[in-house]
């Protein structure tokens, strides 16, 4: 049989040097994150994987390119196989915060929930567990906030949307990693099916307080300009979401199946037409998204929205007072219109 000719055999090397190397370390990850072996086991396949992809690499340049290839897809279908194999569970020993599943149901105009988070947080090893069972009249359903809570790099935020009503009540929803006891959320991590998804539905001072007062997280407090409509169809995808997610468990993504694409998805199927942008991913830029779409107040600059949504302060110095969501918005642009608004409705 006649060779192929050098630079057909070049070329196939260069070509298929980086897909070794790219499927290479993203087995060794896919390995380092999921492999639920012992650890002299778990460390020997994982350094007998890296060992083969380094080996099939210098086969490719030493032999025939196909003698390579066929191995290294042999070797990939099988780590596949294993990867495809596992499913995400609701049978786990789950830390406390996401122990539980929010769900809900609609009767009449009133949103039945159950496993409502209110825990009091005096640190992240220290608080008083409470899930509740809560109702809301849907009829006063009156404003939707945006929050960012940042931890790092301003590219990086937690989102959280709150839902305001008539009574002063404030429901928050928060996308989570599902984690287990003793489990740290890890970004690489969340690429590999290190967690669950969780949506939880909290009490305000439970959500936000514990990330300003005991996590010290910086967070921004962002009125979202959306007709009443809209904001009851986007707080019952909320709660469509959430009970899919009992009867289902879903694996966290920190890329498809977040905190940020999620709430995307449920209102791109309420409205439409919204454009993907890359600040769906650094989720720290959302509000300038959400401005650039119309969703913010309106006459004011992002910096200022920005300037006086800042309720880090506001929060610490509110902690435990029964009317903490009244105290952090103080200021923010949209919040005394609407509250003036409702008080000359009664």
């Not at 298929?16 to 290479?24: A, F, G, M, N, R």
């Not at 469509?240 to 995307?264: G, K, S």
């Amino acid at each position: 049989m006649k060779r192929p000719h050098p630079i057909l055999r070049l070329s196939a090397r260069l070509l298929l040097t980086p897909v070794l190397l790219l499927t290479t370390a993203w087995g060794a990850l896919a390995l380092l994150f999921r492999l639920d072996w012992p650890a002299p086991a778990g460390h020997a396949l994982l350094v007998f994987w890296c060992t083969l992809g380094g080996g099939l690499l210098v086969l490719l340049w030493r032999r025939s390119p196909l003698w390579a290839l066929a191995a290294h897809l042999l070797a990939f279908a099988t780590l596949l196989s294993w990867w495809y194999s596992l499913q995400p569970s609701h049978q786990r020993i789950w830390a406390d915060d996401v122990a539980r599943m929010s769900h809900g149901r609609v009767v009449d105009d009133r949103l039945l929930l159950d496993n409502v988070r209110n825990f009091h947080w005096r640190s992240d090893q220290d608080y008083d567990i409470t899930w509740e069972s809560r109702s809301y009249d849907l009829r006063q359903l009156a404003s939707v906030d945006l929050l960012t809570s940042y931890w790092g790099m301003p590219a990086i935020a937690h989102i959280l949307v709150s839902f305001g009503f008539e009574d002063g009540r404030q429901l928050v929803f928060t996308v989570e990693t599902r984690k287990e006891k003793g489990e740290f959320y890890s970004e690489l991590g969340g690429f590999f099916k290190e967690f669950e998804l969780s949506i939880v539905a909290t009490d305000e001072r439970d959500a936000v307080r514990v990330r300003t007062n005991v996590r010290d997280e910086d967070v921004y407090l962002y009125r979202i300009d959306m007709p009443r409509p809209v904001m009851r169809e986007l707080l019952l995808s909320y709660v469509d979401q959430a009970n899919a997610l009992v009867e289902r468990p879903r694996f966290y993504n920190t890329l498809t199946a977040n905190c940020t694409t999620i709430v995307f998805d449920m209102v791109q199927s309420i409205i439409g037409g919204l454009p993907v942008d890359h600040r769906l991913l650094l989720t720290g830029y959302l509000p300038s998204y959400v401005r650039d779409i119309g969703g913010l107040q309106k006459g004011f600059s992002l910096d200022e929205l920005r300037r006086r949504g800042r309720i880090t302060e506001r929060a610490r110095q509110a902690d435990e007072a029964p009317d903490f969501s009244r105290r952090i918005r103080q200021g923010v642009p949209g919040w005394m219109a609407e509250t003036t608004k409702i008080n000359s409705d009664d």
